[in-house]
């Protein structure tokens, strides 16, 4: 009975470790922050224990994104489409793509930052962005008899959308997170002629 109970108490303090780890490293990530040194660090355990659960850099980051995608609550498309007036759905949309970039935003900037180097990231990126297109599709817009083309007033959406955009207006601008999404919804109205 002895040795069942000391593996089961040896397998939680594993988990709690491991778990640790990754919560220091999605911190520091956020931060910009990637060595495992100071993921060792913050977590309060060895370089060696690091290395023991996540052999490489690439480990790392799978178990963080991971872990990240499974806090985040996306927002439906279906629930976005199901908003009839346009101006209202408009105002969701960004306000819902933008609540997800505030809790992200310095792990996404630093996803940015490494994609060419990390497989990992460059997914975790690509995953982002098609997300927010995705949401940015789900905006009621005809510009059939505007004289915009449609595609190009897409990509613009989804630029505007971006996490990068939301970083510009969060962190090198100083906007707070709810003059970010009024604004944006004031300047996506204009070029999508809705009325908010």
């Known amino acids: 009975m002895t040795r069942t109970y000391d593996s089961r108490r040896r397998a939680e303090s594993a988990t709690r470790t491991r778990q640790a780890i990754v919560e220091a490293a999605v911190k520091l990530h956020g931060e910009g922050i990637t060595t495992l040194a100071a993921v060792a660090d913050e977590a309060g355990?060895?370089?060696p224990t690091v290395t023991k659960y996540f052999p490489t850099r690439e480990d790392l980051f799978t178990a963080c994104t991971t872990h990240v995608a499974q806090a985040l609550d996306f927002p439906s498309p279906e629930t976005l489409l199901a908003i009839k007036?346009?101006?209202?759905?408009?105002?969701?949309?960004?306000r819902e793509v933008?609540?997800?970039?505030?809790?992200?935003v310095g792990q996404v900037w630093t996803g940015y930052r490494l994609e060419g180097d990390s497989p990992v990231?460059?997914?975790?990126?690509?995953?982002?962005?098609?997300?927010?297109?995705?949401?940015?599709?789900?905006?009621?817009?005809?510009?059939?008899?505007?004289?915009?083309?449609?595609?190009?007033?897409?990509?613009?959406?989804?630029?505007?959308l971006s996490p990068l955009t939301y970083r510009a207006l969060r962190v090198k601008n100083g906007l707070d997170p709810e003059e970010a999404a009024h604004y944006m919804t004031l300047a996506l109205a204009g070029v999508l002629n809705i009325e908010v």
């Open 85 to 94: 007036n346009p101006g209202e759905r408009l105002d969701r949309i960004v």
């Open 121 to 160: 990231l460059a997914k975790a990126v690509a995953e982002i962005e098609a997300l927010v297109a995705l949401l940015a599709d789900t905006l009621p817009f005809d510009l059939a008899n505007s004289g915009q083309d449609q595609d190009t007033v897409a990509r613009f959406v989804r630029a505007a």
């Open 98 to 104: 933008f609540r997800l970039h505030e809790q992200t």
């Open 45 to 47: 355990v060895s370089l």
